[in-house]
Nanobody, 121 residues
Framework: QVQLVESGGGLVQAGGSLRLSCAAS????????MHWYRQAPGQSRELVAE???????NYADAVKGRFTVSRDNAKNMGYLQMNSLKPEDTAVYSC???????????????WGQGTQVTVSS
């Protein structure tokens, strides 16, 4: 069993910062890519940022220069540092990951439950 749990969401004023965490637990041999998505009410889910196993990062244009994705492989953790937040960043943020669960390369791909980020103007 593998589980992803996000935390760190909340209410913040425009211009403020939040740091989201994604904790992976269970049968984990290693973690491949980790992704952060968000979904605002009435909108489709969009990819915000991703980080590969070797640390290569990619960002949506809307968050470049404001958000930073990182990971701690020793702790099976992923992070999303969000600075200069805007009201349009308001959404439920979720992480997902491709996790290698054993020496044979078995894989688990799943999602956390999400954490609400609300940015007030």
């Amino acid at each position: 069993q593998v589980q992803l749990v996000e935390s760190g969401g909340g209410l913040v004023q425009a211009g403020g910062s939040l740091r989201l965490s994604c904790a992976a637990s269970g049968s984990i041999f290693s973690i491949d890519a980790m992704h952060w998505y968000r979904q605002a009410p009435g909108q489709s889910r969009e990819l915000v940022a991703e980080i590969t196993s070797n640390g290569t990062t990619n960002y949506a244009d809307a968050v470049k220069g404001r958000f930073t994705v990182s990971r701690d492989n020793a702790k099976n953790m992923g992070y999303l540092q969000m600075n200069s937040l805007k009201p349009e960043d308001t959404a439920v943020y979720s992480c997902n990951a491709m996790i290698i669960t054993d020496l044979y390369g078995s894989r688990w791909y799943g999602w956390g439950q999400g954490t609400q980020v609300t940015v007030s103007s």
